[in-house]
């Protein structure tokens, strides 16, 4: 899982050098979201940078739709061409311009998710090895070259450090501060926490591992709880209320003589309206999931 900026092609390195200018812009905030966002991510930019390049970024795309959009409707001889073409570029600019800002925000949550999908299952390979007398240091290698997705990725940070020679128990505290996973952040703790204090990490990890299975209980219960009034709305607005509308389409095209066409349109227009409404509720339903299950 790479982060790379919606709607560019070029690097991150170059998008920095190149949006310089817009940098004066923007001001520095100590504090801010989407500066923690953007150190979830493991990129190295500043907020300022990245809004810098998002900025750059709003002016080039409003440009380009507008010479674009205009120099097809002026061809298309359609009166009051530069008022359409200069509300398109400005709607369309402002989207792609909303989209990149929220970007670090859903590549976060997306790394947090990856992180809590594989984290029992990674625990419970790393509880057999320590059964089985392997070194805690080897075992973390093991875990990050295994296929685990961010969570391998995350223990590859925490190898790279302690071959550069920082102490284990500091790297561990460092990357569960810096992780966007409160399960993970907390495991990691625990795990510091136990080497300094010298306990058996076997019962920590077997510890955590029956936490997290109450925990993923407890959220499939939600979750359950959850889909009862989506599965309502799903009945209601994709099934009944269409089932009803072309019943009613029916009857009003043959009592007012409605042309052909028209009735055409209105039968797509609702089979569009089905096909959008099932892939909104799936999404809600991807959404929804609890990020342990």
């Known amino acids: ?66 010479l674009l959009s205009s120099t097809i409707l002026v061809l298309l001889s359609i009166s009051k061409a530069i008022l359409f073409s200069s509300g398109l570029s400005v709607v369309f600019s402002s989207f792609i311009l909303f989209t990149r800002i929220i970007y670090p925000k859903i590549f976060s949550a997306r790394k947090e998710r990856e992180i809590e999908r594989n984290l029992i299952s990674a625990l419970q390979d790393i509880l057999v090895q320590l059964n089985s007398g392997v070194p805690l240091f080897s075992i973390m290698v093991n875990i990050s070259s295994s296929d685990y997705g961010a ?61 997290l299975n109450e925990e993923q209980l407890i959220q499939l219960q939600n979750y359950g709880n959850k889909l009862n009034p989506l599965v309502m709305f799903y009945m209601l607005i994709s099934i009944i209320i269409p089932a009803l509308s072309i019943t009613f389409l029916t009857v009003v095209s043959s009592l007012v003589n409605l042309n052909s066409f028209l009735t055409t349109l209105m039968f797509i227009a609702l089979f569009v309206f089905v096909i959008l409404i099932q892939i909104m509720f799936l999404g809600i339903i991807k959404s929804a999931r609890p990020n342990l299950l």
Request: hydrophobic content about 40%; aromatic content about 12%; some cysteine.
């Open 1 to 66: 899982m790479e982060f790379k900026i919606p709607f560019t092609i070029s690097s991150l390195d170059r998008l920095k050098k190149r949006a310089q200018y817009f940098k004066k812009y923007i001001r520095y905030r100590k504090d801010s979201r989407l500066q923690k966002y953007l150190e979830n991510c493991d990129v190295t930019i500043t907020r300022e940078e990245y809004l810098s390049i998002c900025l750059k970024g709003f002016f080039i795309s409003l440009l380009v739709l507008f």
């Open 151 to 211: 969570l391998s990725k995350e223990f590859k940070k925490v190898v790279k450090k302690i071959n550069a020679g920082l102490p284990q128990i500091d790297v561990l505290e460092e990357i569960g501060e810096k992780n966007p996973s409160i399960y993970f952040r907390r495991t990691l703790w625990q795990i510091s926490n136990g080497l300094r204090a010298g306990s058996d990490i076997s019962i920590i990890i077997r510890e955590n591992i029956k936490t």
